[in-house]
Every structure is written in structure tokens, then in C-alpha cells.
């Protein structure tokens, strides 16, 4: 349950902090003593400050009491030998007493009522030594009440004429007086001083505790400060925040939590209500009960809720944590949430888009090796357009209408063929023309079948082409066992005719290394994917010197290393770090996604890509390390 002194931040404004009621009820003797004693006061000293009032009871008090001795003192006058002069001084004590009750009666200051009561007691003091003829009078005890009211009432520089006047009068008047000396003068003198010592004593004791007090005022205006702060740290911020006692009632809230209680329960939250009322939904009241269970045992708990009663969809991130005590028991708890809908729905836009990413880099990886593909096919394809055309060429320029001709000319003179390759002159020059033919025709074939075995080859490697693709694609996604060197070839060979038609010399270095298990179309799509980026580097480079190097090395004895060199144009030291950023190319006509998308198929497989050069027109250096996985690396 809240104290009265609990800031409450609500939706109706911000509960100030109620004054502490200084008229407490006392059980016993003292409610009833101070009841009696505030009867003497004014009203305006009775609703005073409490160091105000306390003094004021002090004050009415001291006067009580000692108009009691001065009534005994009266009584006891005449059955003594004690002057009359000592009475009359009694009476005159008493009716200063009796004056300082009444200006506490009348009055709204305790100034006036408390510096009569010290003059009265030090004039009476004073007068009833000067008029005893014993001198242990001025040496009473009761001297002592000088200083010790003075202080409290007057405080030390109010107090300090009357401390003063009192000891000077009991430590050199009095010995004068009565001629003292030896131990009675020496008693006198150490009177005096004790009535300094309780003064100073006094001003100590109030020093000291109006320098704590100020500590405190300065602490408390501090905490004040401190609480305004997070009072309005908490109305400005957008989350809900709340605290709460051990029993789960309410101490605090700020407006956001207020606002969406009225909307998720339909009642208003107070101070002291449960946070879940019986009015609340019964699967909201479960929840909560296990949640503060758990709470309570000294856990935080951390949960996504969605209120479904909410006019607008909402995720909240709710954290309750408990509130340790200092003897280490938990005495409550906070609660605070977070609205996270729009965290979430960008999650999710974050998670179709990398989805759609995924796709995409299939996609253009898919380009990438197609691309490849149909390069080299086309390029095949020449060859054959070029052998085709040839062919034809050669067929519509063939001898073979001048056999025709000589075969109908033989047809023509069938019967008397003998006279006309004797007689005939155009029979006479058939044999030569038929041998020359002859060569001419051999010649010919001898051309068509080069052409025939060119055109073959083309077709050959364009099913090679195709069929290597095929082969690759129906390993898409699989991890298997193969041998990389056998993989650097296929890709090689996808480019074998670019690289021979541009004078590209490629240069392979190969160590003895075990098979790899990894997946084949990943692994192709990156090499395959660095063997182009080598190609228009080369070619952009302009050298007629054009190398390629690819290397095979095991560099530890669980990772293998693949590394594609080029003496291209280099790559300059301000681009290196975003070589491998999605949409970030050096190419004219590029995407930007080859890198990228190589990058993240390493990174499936467990292996890195990296680049290294140094320089515009240095070349460049890609790298890829793989994972060994088998009995292989085991041994």
C-alpha cells in the first residue's frame, strides 16, 4: 500500500506530495501531556513549524515548572528564618512566569515569552544570592538552568548576555561579596565555568545540527529536484511505465500506461488498485499472476504481448523486474513497455526483402553461369556459321557440273565411242579433262571433310557445354565430395574460347589437395564469377601481356585455398573495402551483384572470400579459403 507522502502520476495530473501531520495521535501519558500543554499556546503557535512548536512546549513547560518551585518556595518561606526580601523576590518570579504563559497565550512569536522567562530567572537568581547571607546560595544547581533554556529557547548569540551576566556574577560578585577564598572561591569559579561550559556545549550541539540540518534540507531539495526530474522523464517519455508493491498494487504510473489501461480494461488506475482488477479478462489475470510469481522469486521477466483489445494492432516489449530491499527481500516491482509494432513490421519488411534478395542473387547467379554458358555456345556457334558458309560456299564452286557434262558427252557418242576418242577432237582431250577433274575433285573433298571435322568439333563442344551445365545444375543445393582442381577445369573450360580469342595466357598451379565437401553449383557460380571479373579486368588493363594465374594450395591442414590473380587494372585502396557491398561495381554496364552474391555463397559454406592489390594497373588477387571436411582432414 502507498504512503501518504507517494507522487502519483496519473491521467488526471500529477498528485502533490501531502505534509506530514505533525499531531499524530500518541498512544499513553505524553498525547495527553502535550494536548495539555499546546492548551497554553496561541493559534497561530499551535499550527507553527514543528521546531517552532516544540519550543513552544518547552517553553510552557519551563514556566509550569517553575512557578511549581516558586509556589513550594513560597510555602516554605515562613516556616523558615529566611528573609521576607526573598519571598517578595519569589513573588515578582512568579508573576514574570505567569507573564511569559500569558504572551504565549496572546502572542504568535516565542522571542518575547522566552526572554522574559531568562531575565526573570537570572534576576531572581541574582537577587536571592545578593540577599542570602549564605553564599552556597549563588552556587545552586539551579544556576545551571540559565544557560541550558537560554540555549534552546534564545539559541547561542540570543542566550549568550544572560550565560554571561550568570557567570560573572557567580564566579566574581559573589566571592567579592562574601569574601571567599581557598576552596569556597575556587567551588564559585568552577560554577562559573560550568555555566559557560553548558553553553558552549549548546552551541555545539545546535551548530552541529543546523549543519546537519542544512545536509538534510540540501539532500531533500535535491531528492526533490531528483523526483521532479524523473516525474517529468516519465510523463515524456511514449512507454509505459508503472511500480508496484509487493501485493501488485499500484504505486505510481505516467499518462501512456493510464491511457492505455482505459482503452484495454475500461476503468480508470488508481493508487492502491491491483493492476488487474477482477473487471480485467481472466486469460490477462493468468498471465499476469504467473508473471508476478516469477517476479516476486527475484527473476526478470521479459515478454512481446499484442493486446488484442487495442483500437490499433500493437506489439508491446514488456519488462517487469523486481525491486530488491536492503535487507534483500523484494518489495515491489516496475514495469515498463516498449511499443515495438514498427520495429516489427520492419522486421518483417527486412526478412521479405532478404528473402527477395535470396532469390534475386539465385537468380543472377543462375545469369551469371547462363551467361557463361551461352557465351561459349555463341562462340561455337561462329564456328559453325563460319564452317557452314564454307561448306557452301566450296559446294555452289564444286567441279563436279564439268563430270556431269563429260558423262553426258560420253552418253552422246555411245555408239561409236571408240571413233570419237580417236577422231573426235573433244574426244581426244576427255582423258586429260576426266584426270584433272579427278585431282580437282579429290582436292575439293579433302577441303570439305577439314571443314566437316572443323564443324564437328563445334558441335562437339557445344554439347560438352551444354551437358557439363546440365551435369552441374542437378548438384544445386547438395553438399558432395569432389576434387576442385576437376571443378577449376570445367569452369576454365567455360571460358577456354574467350581467353584464347582475347590472348589471355592462363597459368595453373596446382598442389596435390583432397577432395572438399561443399556444393558444386556455389562453388562454380563464385569461380566462374571471378574468372569473368579477371576477363574485362584484363581486357579493360589494355596489356598485351595479358595473365591469368589460379592457384591451389592447402594453407593449414583443414582449409584449402583458392586463389584467381590477374595483372589487370588493380583495384584502388578507397573502393577495396566496399568491394563486396551489394550494388557497389567498377564496371561501366555492371550490376553490382557478383561479388556481393559471391560473397554470401562463401559464407553458406563456411568460407571466406577476401581481395587483395595493390593498386590501379597492379592486378588483383581474389582468394577463396574452404573448409576441408572429411576423413581427410581428420588424419
Given at each position: 500500500?502507498s504512503?501518504p507522502?507517494t507522487?502519483?502520476?496519473?491521467?488526471?495530473g500529477?498528485g502533490?506530495?501531502e505534509?506530514p501531520?505533525r499531531?499524530?495521535?500518541r498512544?499513553?501519558?505524553?498525547?495527553?501531556?502535550?494536548?495539555?500543554?499546546?492548551?497554553f499556546?496561541?493559534a497561530?503557535?499551535r499550527h507553527?513549524s514543528a521546531?517552532?512548536l516544540?519550543?513552544c512546549?518547552m517553553?510552557v513547560?519551563?514556566?509550569?515548572?517553575?512557578?511549581?518551585?516558586?509556589?513550594?518556595?513560597?510555602?516554605?518561606?515562613p516556616?523558615?528564618p529566611?528573609?521576607?526580601?526573598?519571598g517578595a523576590?519569589?513573588g515578582?518570579?512568579?508573576?514574570?512566569f505567569?507573564?511569559?504563559?500569558?504572551?504565549l497565550?496572546r502572542?504568535?512569536?516565542?522571542?518575547?515569552?522566552?526572554?522574559l522567562?531568562?531575565?526573570?530567572l537570572?534576576?531572581g537568581?541574582?537577587a536571592?544570592?545578593?540577599?542570602?547571607?549564605?553564599?552556597h546560595?549563588?552556587?545552586?544547581?539551579?544556576?545551571m538552568?540559565?544557560p541550558?533554556?537560554?540555549m534552546?529557547?534564545?539559541g547561542?548569540?540570543g542566550?549568550?548576555?544572560?550565560?554571561?551576566v550568570?557567570s560573572l556574577?557567580?564566579?566574581?560578585?559573589?566571592?567579592?561579596?562574601h569574601g571567599?577564598?581557598?576552596?569556597p572561591?575556587i567551588?564559585?569559579?568552577?560554577s562559573?565555568?560550568?555555566?559557560?561550559g553548558v553553553?558552549?556545549?549548546g552551541w555545539?550541539?545546535i551548530?552541529s545540527?543546523?549543519?546537519t540540518?542544512a545536509?538534510?534540507?540540501r539532500a531533500?531539495r535535491?531528492l526533490?529536484?531528483?523526483?521532479t526530474?524523473?516525474?517529468s522523464?516519465?510523463?515524456n517519455?511514449?512507454?509505459?511505465?508503472?511500480?508496484?508493491?509487493?501485493?501488485?498494487?499500484l504505486?505510481?504510473?505516467?499518462?501512456?500506461l493510464?491511457e492505455?489501461?482505459?482503452?484495454l480494461?475500461?476503468?480508470e488506475?488508481?493508487a492502491?488498485?491491483p493492476?488487474f482488477?477482477?473487471?480485467a479478462?481472466?486469460?490477462?489475470?493468468?498471465?499476469w499472476?504467473?508473471?508476478?510469481?516469477?517476479?516476486?522469486a527475484?527473476?526478470r521477466?521479459?515478454f512481446?504481448?499484442?493486446?488484442?483489445?487495442?483500437?490499433r494492432p500493437?506489439?508491446?516489449?514488456i519488462?517487469?523486474?523486481p525491486?530488491?530491499?536492503?535487507e534483500?527481500?523484494?518489495?515491489g516491482?516496475?514495469?515498463?513497455?516498449?511499443?515495438?509494432?514498427?520495429?516489427?513490421?520492419?522486421?518483417?519488411?527486412?526478412?521479405?526483402?532478404h528473402r527477395?534478395?535470396?532469390?534475386?542473387s539465385r537468380?543472377?547467379g543462375?545469369a551469371?553461369?547462363a551467361?557463361?554458358?551461352?557465351h561459349?555456345?555463341?562462340n561455337a556457334?561462329n564456328?559453325v556459321?563460319?564452317?557452314v558458309?564454307?561448306?557452301?560456299?566450296?559446294?555452289?564452286?564444286?567441279?563436279?557440273?564439268?563430270?556431269r557434262k563429260?558423262?553426258?558427252?560420253l552418253?552422246?557418242?555411245?555408239a561409236t565411242?571408240a571413233t570419237?576418242l580417236t577422231?573426235d577432237?573433244?574426244?581426244?582431250?576427255?582423258?586429260?579433262?576426266?584426270?584433272?577433274?579427278s585431282?580437282q575433285?579429290?582436292?575439293?573433298?579433302d577441303?570439305?571433310?577439314e571443314?566437316?571435322?572443323?564443324?564437328?568439333?563445334?558441335?562437339e563442344?557445344?554439347?560438352s557445354?551444354?551437358?557439363?551445365?546440365?551435369?552441374h545444375?542437378?548438384?544445386?543445393?547438395?553438399?558432395e565430395?569432389?576434387?576442385?582442381?576437376?571443378?577449376?577445369?570445367?569452369?576454365?573450360?567455360l571460358?577456354?574460347?574467350?581467353?584464347?580469342?582475347?590472348g589471355?595466357?592462363?597459368?595453373?598451379?596446382?598442389?596435390?589437395?583432397?577432395?572438399?565437401?561443399?556444393d558444386?553449383?556455389k562453388?562454380?557460380q563464385?569461380?566462374?564469377?571471378?574468372?569473368?571479373?579477371?576477363?574485362h579486368?584484363l581486357?579493360?588493363?589494355?596489356?598485351?601481356?595479358k595473365?591469368?594465374?589460379?592457384?591451389v594450395?592447402?594453407?593449414?591442414?583443414?582449409?584449402?585455398?583458392?586463389?584467381?590473380?590477374?595483372?589487370?587494372?588493380g583495384?584502388?585502396?578507397?573502393v577495396a573495402?566496399?568491394?563486396f557491398?551489394?550494388?557497389?561495381?567498377?564496371?561501366?554496364d555492371?550490376?553490382g551483384?557478383?561479388?556481393?552474391?559471391?560473397?554470401?555463397?562463401?559464407a553458406e559454406?563456411?568460407?571466406?572470400?577476401?581481395c587483395?592489390?595493390e593498386?590501379?594497373?597492379q592486378?588483383?588477387?581474389f582468394t577463396i579459403?574452404?573448409?576441408i571436411?572429411?576423413?581427410?582432414?581428420?588424419?
Amino acid at each position: 500500500m502507498s504512503s501518504p507522502s507517494t507522487r502519483v502520476v496519473g491521467a488526471q495530473g500529477v498528485g502533490e506530495r501531502e505534509p506530514p501531520r505533525r499531531d499524530v495521535a500518541r498512544p499513553g501519558v505524553s498525547a495527553w501531556l502535550l494536548a495539555r500543554l499546546d492548551g497554553f499556546l496561541s493559534a497561530p503557535l499551535r499550527h507553527a513549524s514543528a521546531e517552532e512548536l516544540s519550543r513552544c512546549r518547552m517553553l510552557v513547560g519551563a514556566n509550569l515548572v517553575l512557578m511549581l518551585v516558586d509556589v513550594l518556595f513560597l510555602l516554605y518561606v515562613p516556616h523558615t528564618p529566611i528573609p521576607w526580601s526573598l519571598g517578595a523576590i519569589g513573588g515578582v518570579c512568579m508573576a514574570g512566569f505567569a507573564g511569559s504563559l500569558w504572551l504565549l497565550h496572546r502572542g504568535s512569536s516565542t522571542r518575547g515569552p522566552a526572554r522574559l522567562l531568562c531575565f526573570i530567572l537570572t534576576a531572581g537568581f541574582l537577587a536571592a544570592a545578593l540577599r542570602s547571607r549564605d553564599a552556597h546560595v549563588g552556587m545552586h544547581p539551579i544556576c545551571m538552568l540559565i544557560p541550558v533554556l537560554a540555549m534552546f529557547l534564545l539559541g547561542p548569540g540570543g542566550s549568550l548576555p544572560f550565560v554571561a551576566v550568570g557567570s560573572l556574577f557567580v564566579g566574581l560578585v559573589l566571592p567579592l561579596k562574601h569574601g571567599l577564598s581557598g576552596g569556597p572561591w575556587i567551588s564559585a569559579v568552577f560554577s562559573a565555568i560550568f555555566m559557560v561550559g553548558v553553553w558552549a556545549l549548546g552551541w555545539l550541539l545546535i551548530a552541529s545540527r543546523d549543519q546537519t540540518g542544512a545536509a538534510l534540507e540540501r539532500a531533500l531539495r535535491t531528492l526533490r529536484d531528483n523526483e521532479t526530474k524523473l516525474t517529468s522523464l516519465l510523463e515524456n517519455t511514449e512507454d509505459i511505465v508503472c511500480s508496484l508493491d509487493a501485493d501488485g498494487r499500484l504505486i505510481a504510473a505516467n499518462t501512456p500506461l493510464q491511457e492505455m489501461y482505459r482503452e484495454l480494461i475500461g476503468l480508470e488506475l488508481k493508487a492502491g488498485d491491483p493492476l488487474f482488477p477482477d473487471a480485467a479478462p481472466e486469460s490477462l489475470r493468468r498471465r499476469w499472476s504467473q508473471c508476478a510469481e516469477q517476479v516476486l522469486a527475484g527473476r526478470r521477466v521479459r515478454f512481446e504481448a499484442s493486446p488484442s483489445r487495442l483500437k490499433r494492432p500493437t506489439v508491446l516489449d514488456i519488462s517487469v523486474n523486481p525491486v530488491v530491499g536492503t535487507e534483500g527481500r523484494v518489495v515491489g516491482m516496475t514495469v515498463f513497455g516498449r511499443d515495438i509494432t514498427d520495429r516489427k513490421e520492419a522486421e518483417a519488411r527486412l526478412t521479405e526483402m532478404h528473402r527477395s534478395l535470396l532469390d534475386v542473387s539465385r537468380q543472377a547467379g543462375m545469369a551469371e553461369i547462363a551467361t557463361g554458358v551461352l557465351h561459349n555456345v555463341g562462340n561455337a556457334l561462329n564456328s559453325v556459321n563460319v564452317s557452314v558458309n564454307l561448306l557452301s560456299e566450296r559446294l555452289q564452286q564444286s567441279k563436279v557440273e564439268g563430270l556431269r557434262k563429260a558423262t553426258d558427252l560420253l552418253k552422246e557418242h555411245g555408239a561409236t565411242l571408240a571413233t570419237f576418242l580417236t577422231a573426235d577432237g573433244r574426244g581426244q582431250q576427255l582423258p586429260a579433262y576426266l584426270q584433272a577433274l579427278s585431282t580437282q575433285l579429290s582436292r575439293e573433298r579433302d577441303v570439305l571433310l577439314e571443314e566437316v571435322r572443323t564443324l564437328q568439333k563445334s558441335v562437339e563442344h557445344i554439347k560438352s557445354v551444354v551437358s557439363m551445365q546440365q551435369a552441374h545444375a542437378r548438384y544445386s543445393g547438395v553438399v558432395e565430395r569432389l576434387e576442385v582442381r576437376e571443378l577449376l577445369d570445367d569452369a576454365l573450360r567455360l571460358h577456354a574460347v574467350s581467353f584464347e580469342r582475347q590472348g589471355i595466357l592462363v597459368r595453373c598451379e596446382y598442389t596435390e589437395v583432397p577432395q572438399v565437401r561443399v556444393d558444386r553449383h556455389k562453388l562454380l557460380q563464385i569461380l566462374l564469377n571471378l574468372l569473368s571479373n579477371a576477363r574485362h579486368a584484363l581486357l579493360e588493363s589494355g596489356r598485351a601481356d595479358k595473365h591469368l594465374t589460379i592457384r591451389v594450395e592447402r594453407p593449414a591442414a583443414e582449409r584449402l585455398r583458392i586463389a584467381v590473380a590477374d595483372n589487370g587494372v588493380g583495384i584502388a585502396p578507397e573502393v577495396a573495402s566496399r568491394l563486396f557491398t551489394q550494388g557497389f561495381t567498377t564496371k561501366k554496364d555492371g550490376h553490382g551483384f557478383g561479388l556481393h552474391i559471391s560473397a554470401l555463397a562463401a559464407a553458406e559454406m563456411d568460407a571466406s572470400l577476401s581481395c587483395s592489390s595493390e593498386g590501379r594497373g597492379q592486378g588483383a588477387t581474389f582468394t577463396i579459403d574452404l573448409p576441408i571436411a572429411g576423413e581427410e582432414s581428420r588424419a
